[in-house]
């Protein structure tokens, strides 16, 4: 199938001809919120004048260096930053509103919705063309910042898009086939089944009963947040769109399947897919089927990020680069 590209080369091209000859420069951003600043880190290859990537962090408590405090110290996206960085790219990562260094956003993160976080992408576009004096700003949205991206897409500050681990298919759809996957929640399908229906009809869902594990899927804290995001379906959020678009998936991801890439690239046929055939959901190496090995590496902000990732991305950005 025409621009799908499996197993890229982990060395030179356009990009590494860019890089920069000394470190980046590594300094604050802010963009203003609704109640306080939101916060970033903009990292920038001195002298370089490339290509600036806004960096849209997934689901849950995920800060700017794609960590949390559920247990992933893995470091994905600072670790982009500063692979992109030796490529010439100049790279925006950011706390999402409500949590971490964007706590004074908003007093109540939980009730932040996909549409919220659209007008912080907005904002922070516009924040980081004046600062960077760039024509316009490439949205890369890693996991459920694939779905933010895709939803902010029609700004005309926005370059294109670089979806990372997307989601293709509506969240509720995932959340329900990883549920099913598991053998261990067999047990709790009876009442987790129904409660995604509900979620997904727009109703919320009575948690009393719920045993702990699914407490922390359904909290009533959290239940306008999935509304929202369950109500959007990526692939028609992509269908149509204009602008360059790059798809890259892991093929030992747990989390995104390589179905979900797939979804995308059928609603987008211009878009460029590239499938990784030994990265998982954060980007690293994963060379067997282990789960705990896999979701071991969620720990490690040691291991580097797989071969391909940073040299996909990186290509794809020259290739499209508005200088």
């Known amino acids: 199938m025409k621009d799908i590209l499996v197993a890229v080369a982990a060395c030179c091209g ?26 970033g880190t903009l990292l920038t290859p001195d002298g370089a004048r490339g290509p600036v990537v806004l960096i ?11 960590n949390s405090p559920a247990g992933v110290l893995a470091a994905p996206y600072r670790l982009l930053a500063e692979g992109l960085a030796a490529h010439g790219v100049t790279s925006a990562r950011i706390d999402k509103r409500g949590m971490f260094g964007s706590s004074a956003a908003t007093a109540d993160a939980n009730a932040v919705t996909i549409p919220d976080y659209v007008t912080d992408v907005q904002a922070w576009t516009r924040v980081i063309r004046e600062h960077t004096k760039a024509p316009c700003i490439w949205l890369l949205g890693h996991s459920e910042g694939g779905l933010v991206a895709m939803a ?8 294109g898009l670089l979806l990372v681990s997307a989601p293709g298919r509506p969240m509720g759809e995932i959340i329900r086939e990883q ?18 229906d509900a979620l997904e009809a727009g109703k919320r869902v009575d948690t009393a009963g719920m045993p702990p594990a699914l407490l922390r899927l359904f909290s009533p804290q959290v239940q306008g947040f999935l509304i929202s995001a369950f109500s959007y379906d990526p692939a028609k959020l992509l269908a149509g769109y204009g602008k ?3 798809i890259l998936q892991g093929q030992r991801d747990l989390q995104v399947r390589e179905a979900d890439a ?6 987008d046929p211009k878009a460029t ?3 990784l055939p030994d990265v998982n959901h954060v980007l690293k190496s994963v060379a067997a089927d282990d789960v705990r090995a ?7 902000s040691s291991l580097p990020l797989a071969p391909g990732v940073v040299q996909s991305i990186s290509d794809f950005l020259m290739s499209h680069a508005k200088l």
């Open 294 to 300: 896999n979701f071991a590496t969620y720990g490690n």
């Open 56 to 66: 849209i962090p997934g689901s849950g408590p995920t800060d700017r260096d794609g």
């Open 14 to 39: 356009v990009a590494a001809a860019t890089a920069a000859n000394t470190a980046p420069v590594e300094s604050p951003i802010e963009a203003p919120g609704p109640a306080g600043p939101l916060k």
């Open 273 to 275: 897919l590239v499938l």
């Open 179 to 196: 549920l099913k996957t598991n053998p261990a929640n067999a047990p709790l399908l009876s009442q987790a089944l129904p409660a995604l």
């Open 262 to 267: 797939q979804a995308l690239k059928l609603a």
């Open 244 to 246: 360059p678009v790059l």
């Open 152 to 159: 902010a897409a029609e700004n005309p500050d926005v370059c």
